[in-house]
Nanobody, 126 residues
């Protein structure tokens, strides 16, 4: 079992920044990759970014490349998503999730991720 808890969401103006955190407990944190996904009202859940168990490999959705940075601190059992230059279209609930299937490869495939957090709301008014 893995428990994931997101934090750091909020209301921010266009061009602003937020840092989301995903705190994990349960199974050994350094044995799985972690991904961030977002879901806007009326839309399906979408991939945002992912990081391998070691932090050496990352992947990003095209829409966030150059603006978002994913990182992890295995000593603190935490993954971060630094979000810069935020846009109204970034408004969504952001979820982190754990992937044990491909720990060395930060996959974009939603079905690889078995454990999910409850989400944190990010709002960027237009």
């Amino acid at each position: 079992q893995v428990q994931l808890l997101e934090s750091g969401g909020g209301l921010v103006q266009t061009g602003g920044s937020l840092r989301l955190s995903c705190a994990a407990s349960g199974r050994t944190f350094s044995r799985y990759a972690v991904g961030w996904f977002c879901q806007a009202p009326g839309k399906s859940r979408e991939f945002v970014a992912a990081i391998s168990w070691s932090g050496s490999s990352t992947s990003y959705a095209d829409s966030v490349k150059g603006r978002f940075t994913i990182s992890r601190d295995n000593a603190k059992n935490t993954v971060y998503l630094q979000m810069n230059s935020l846009k109204p279209e970034d408004t969504a609930v952001y979820y982190c999730a754990a992937d044990f299937t491909t720990p060395d490869y930060p996959t974009t495939r939603t079905y690889n991720y078995v454990y999910w957090g409850q989400g944190t709301q990010v709002t960027v008014p237009s």
